[in-house]
Nanobody
Framework: QVQLVESGGGLVQPGGSLRLSCAAS????????MGWYRQAPGKERELVAA???????NYADSVKGRFTISRDNAKNTVYLQMNSLKHEDTAVYYC??????????????WGQGTQVTVSS
């Protein structure tokens, strides 16, 4: 089994910063993709940023230049540094991790979600 534990959400003023973390633990053979999604009230869940095992990244247009995704492969942890936060960044943020339990058995898991609220 693999578990994901998210941390780092909270309340921040517009223009502020937050850093989210998501750590994977358990029986892990390899992780090939880690990402962050968010879901605002009344909206569908959307991709914020993702990073491959090789370090390639992609971002939603709305966060480019403000958010940075990174990963520590030794710790099986993905981070999302969020700067210059805006009201419209308010949402529940979920990490998503895709990998292998063993050489041929894949998994894809969601974190429990962490609330990010941008408000003055």
């Amino acid at each position: 089994q693999v578990q994901l534990v998210e941390s780092g959400g909270g309340l921040v003023q517009p223009g502020g910063s937050l850093r989210l973390s998501c750590a994977a633990s358990g029986t892990i053979f390899s992780i090939y993709r880690m990402g962050w999604y968010r879901q605002a009230p009344g909206k569908e869940r959307e991709l914020v940023a993702a990073i491959s095992s090789g370090g390639s990244t992609n971002y939603a247009d709305s966060v480019k230049g403000r958010f940075t995704i990174s990963r520590d492969n030794a710790k099986n942890t993905v981070y999302l540094q969020m700067n210059s936060l805006k009201h419209e960044d308010t949402a529940v943020y979920y990490c998503n991790v895709e990998g292998y339990y063993s050489e041929f058995n894949r998994f894809g898991l969601w974190g429990q979600g962490t609330q990010v609220t941008v408000s003055s």
